[in-house]
């Protein structure tokens, strides 16, 4: 997870990804690999719950501070492995949120089989990317950030990858609004 300050550069407004991304009122969301809750206090504001799931117990205690100043209420917090996401819910979820993580997931199609049960038959897969640009190309604040470039994926591929193991899943998206929203559109093309 990296550090405050230029994530707030490159995500000044996650409410606003979140709605482009499909979450709607009334949803039972998830905010899979949350880290320190960037994504997961808007969230909150939007959905009727959420599950904020991360591995990293420091990371979920960052994101539980942040949601408790907020003052949410409607926040359950799993220290958990993503690939075990189905066993850590109570219920199947409308919304299942993947920001800034599942480039580095390293069995994407297994990733994307346990989402597929945790949700319900409409349910939506929203994963934000970065884009598939060499890192010195997305700098923030001045500096290159992001993945290594052999790890970014299109849209399509990330679609792909998805696909193969869960058809079922709705819809996804793929963005990375800070500059322009080019992939998004393309992901827009292929839903
Ligand atoms: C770059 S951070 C993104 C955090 C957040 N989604 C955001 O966009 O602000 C990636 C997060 O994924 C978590 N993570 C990595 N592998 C995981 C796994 N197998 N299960 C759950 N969380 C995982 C890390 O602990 C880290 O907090």
Redesign the pocket.
């Known amino acids: 997870?990296?550090t405050a300050g230029w994530?707030d550069a490159l995500?000044p407004n996650p409410a606003g990804v979140l709605e482009a991304v499909g979450l709607r009122r009334d949803m039972a969301a998830i905010?899979?690999?949350?880290?320190?809750g960037?994504?997961t206090l808007p969230m909150s504001k939007v959905a009727a719950s959420v599950v904020a799931?991360?591995?990293?117990r420091n990371?979920l205690e960052a994101a539980r501070d942040r949601l408790a100043a907020a003052g949410a209420t409607n926040c359950e917090f799993v220290e958990?492995?993503?690939?075990e996401l189905a066993r850590h819910m109570r219920g199947p979820a409308d919304f299942v949120l993947?920001?800034?993580?599942f480039h580095?997931?390293p069995d994407q199609p297994r990733l994307a089989d346990a989402i597929a049960k945790a949700l319900k038959p409409a349910g939506r897969l929203a994963v934000?990317n970065w884009h598939q640009r060499r890192r010195e190309e997305t700098t923030i604040l001045g500096e290159p950030r992001g993945p290594k470039g052999e790890l970014r994926m299109s849209p399509e591929q990330t679609i792909a990858s998805i696909k193969r193991e869960a058809s079922y899943l709705q819809a996804w998206s793929s963005c990375r609004p800070i500059t322009t929203r080019s992939s998004w559109n393309a992901l827009e093309n292929v839903l």
């Open positions: 997870m990296p994530w995500w905010d899979l690999c949350c880290g320190d960037w994504f799931i991360d591995i990293d990371m958990g492995d993503a690939y993947m920001a800034n993580a580095g997931v934000v």
